[in-house]
T-cell receptor, first 113, second 113 residues
Framework: KQEVTQIPAALSVPEGENLVLNCSFT??????LQWFRQDPGKGLTSLLL?????REQTSGRLNASLDKSSGRSTLYIAASQPGDSATYLC????????????FGKGTKLTVNP | GAGVSQTPSNKVTEKGKYVELRCDPI?????LYWYRQSLGQGPEFLIY????????DSGLPNDRFFAVRPEGSVSTLKIQRTERGDSAVYLC???????????FGPGTRLTVL
């Protein structure tokens, strides 16, 4: 059974700092991995999707990497801003025919002005 | 274009009552997913539709939960004899095909008193 873990559970940084959020998964047979952002009381916004054959994806100040063999992904946020404050969720989709996403519990990020 | 929409945004009901939650996916998306998110947790998969049929309902917790998608577009999640433990945010997502990137709606917050 796939399990996804995100460390740390919460992170507080000053504005302008670069930061890394971590995601690990137990079964390396994944089809893709998605990073989401969730603001309080809101749904999920897709940030980046990495296919299993890819090593990284970039969008603006965000860069996500994937090391499938070691079961790890990182989300790098450059020059953080208070507007980046949210919960960041990592989710994986398996290769085995089920199309469901398996989520971690998320990392709650606070960027202080 | 319009994203995934869900109604109602909030639903308060009494224990034992029946509720229906509606999801309107992105136009043209053939795959539709329901997830449930409890406080402080990541979303957990409930059911996945490809077209009109439920391709994977392995996440439904028990037979009080049922979902339909009769015309391959709008879906309704139905919960019978609600229990306090059913209180959560119910999220709907859609994708273009089962392997595509999933886009989420804002969720329905269900509270069972």
């Amino acid at each position: 059974k796939q399990e996804v873990t995100q460390i740390p559970a919460a992170l507080s940084v000053p504005e302008g700092e670069n930061l890394v959020l971590n995601c690990s998964f137990t079964d390396s047979a994944i089809y893709n991995l998605q990073w989401f952002r969730q603001d309080p009381g809101k749904g999920l916004t897709s940030l980046l999707l990495i296919q299993s054959s890819q090593r990284e994806q970039t969008s603006g100040r965000l860069n996500a990497s994937l090391d499938k063999s070691s079961g790890r992904s990182t989300l790098y946020i450059a020059a953080s801003q208070p507007g980046d404050s949210a919960t960041y969720l990592c989710a994986v989709k398996g290769q085995g025919g089920s199309e469901k996403l398996v989520f971690g519990k998320g990392t709650k990020l606070t960027v202080n002005p | 274009g319009a994203g995934v929409s869900q109604t109602p945004s909030n639903k308060v009901t009494e224990k034992g009552k029946y509720v229906e939650l509606r999801c309107d996916p992105i136009s043209g998306h053939t795959a539709l997913y329901w997830y449930r998110q409890s406080l402080g947790q990541g979303p957990e998969f409930l059911i996945y539709f490809q077209g009109t049929g439920a391709a994977d309902d392995s996440g439904l917790p028990n037979d009080r939960f049922f979902a339909v998608r009769p015309e391959g577009s709008v879906s309704t999640l139905k919960i019978q004899r609600t229990e306090r433990g059913d209180s959560a945010v119910y999220l709907c997502a859609s994708s273009f095909g089962g392997r595509g990137e999933q886009f989420f709606g804002p969720g329905t917050r269900l509270t069972v008193l």
